[in-house]
């Protein structure tokens, strides 16, 4: 069974469309994560969310929205989407009395054109 | 603020060989430490951590040490294997626990020969 999973795993699209990642995680962890990871390889928080509600929110533009439906579940909604968007998502959960421990999903490359 | 700084990559070895990799960190509090691993096409895995000060974290022949003294947590193998090619990420939490938030260092790609 997969712990963390995403959809799709790759997305290909043209500026300015909006575009939707999904992620779901049977662990019965309470707080889910969005991270980006660059061309370098370089990773950086983006979001997370405790029971729905969120916790985290780094400096990322109002482009980017998370929804959290329940706490199995985190998507990432993104309008209006520009070249520089073009990156891997990662979604990642962690359980609320080892928050610390986090476990990643597969990711999901992007590519704007 | 709270960064890690590892060295840079790529690092290639031949199998057998002793693998360091180093990681140093800025934080405030007591960070707790992490390596996680990023096989090709996959996520990232946890890999290895300690909590406080002069724990030792291992897992699969990988330890690391947690160094307030010289804010390090360098990450070695005595023996590597193929297998072992992948990105190395070290990273913190800035207080123990206390914080969801995990600060990465910029990764780094080891490849292992045969």
């Known amino acids: 069974d997969t712990a963390v999973s995403q959809t799709p795993k790759y997305l290909v699209t043209q500026m300015g469309n909006d575009k939707s990642i999904k992620c779901e995680q049977n662990l019965g962890h309470d707080t889910m994560y969005w991270y980006k990871q660059d061309s370098k390889k370089f990773l950086k928080i983006m979001f997370s969310?405790?029971?729905?509600?969120?916790?985290i929110n780094e400096t990322v533009p109002n482009r980017f929205s998370p929804k959290s439906p329940d706490k199995a579940h985190l998507n990432l909604h993104i309008n209006s989407l520009e070249l520089g968007d073009s990156a891997v998502y990662f979604c990642a959960s962690s359980p609320a009395s080892k928050s610390s421990e986090q476990y990643f999903g597969p990711g999901t490359r992007l590519t704007v054109t | 603020g709270n960064s890690v700084t590892q060295m840079e990559g790529p690092v290639t070895l031949s199998e057998e060989a002793f693998l360091t990799i180093n990681c140093t960190y800025t934080?405030?509090?007591?960070?707790?430490l992490f390596w996680y691993v990023q096989y090709p096409g996959e996520g990232l895995q946890l890999l290895l951590k300690?909590?406080?000060?002069?724990d030792k974290g291992s897992n699969k022949g990988f330890e690391a040490t947690y160094r307030k003294e010289t804010t390090s947590f360098h990450l070695e193998k005595g023996s590597v294997q193929v297998s072992d090619s992948a990105v190395y990420f070290c990273?913190?939490?800035?207080?123990?626990?206390?914080?969801?938030?995990?600060?990465f260092g910029k990764g780094t790609k080891l490849t292992v020969n045969p």
């Open positions: 969310y405790n029971n729905k509600e969120l916790i």
């Open positions: 990273a913190l939490t800035p207080t123990q626990g206390g914080s969801e938030k995990l600060v």
């Open positions: 934080a405030t509090g007591y960070p707790s």
């Open positions: 300690a909590t406080k000060a002069d």
